[in-house]
């Protein structure tokens, strides 16, 4: 089982910018494929981003394309979500997760294991 462990979160301006990391355990996270999730206050997790075991493919939700880049170092066990440019509605729970297939990356239900979460919120 791989436990996830995210940090990063924090109070920002709207405009502003924030890291958020991911750290991993198990020998096994260069085989997965991991994603992040977030979720408002009174709303469902939605998928935010995600990205290949090797690195080489990432997928983006249409809400964040252009602003949020999501990364990976093997080598570290971390994947990342560097945001730009935030805005209020990007205030949430951001989560963590993996799974193996690069497939339904969208679907909560097809990953394994979750992280317990960071808050970002966006002042204006």
């Known amino acids: 089982q791989v436990q996830l462990v995210e940090s990063g979160g924090g109070l920002v301006q709207v405009e502003e910018s924030l890291r958020l990391s991911c750290a991993a355990s198990g020998r096994t996270f260069s085989l997965n494929t991991m994603a992040w999730f977030r979720q408002a206050p009174g709303k469902e997790r939605e998928f935010v981003a995600a990205?290949?075991?090797?690195?080489?493919?990432?997928y983006l939700a249409d809400s964040v394309k252009g602003r949020f880049t999501i990364s990976r170092d093997n080598a570290k066990n971390t994947v990342y979500l560097q945001m730009s440019s935030l805005k209020p509605e990007d205030t949430a729970v951001y989560y963590c997760a993996y799974k193996i297939a690069w497939e339904r990356l969208e679907w909560r239900d097809a990953y394994y294991s979750w992280g317990q979460g960071t808050q970002v919120t966006v002042s204006s």
């Open positions: 990205i290949r075991s090797s690195g080489d493919r990432t």
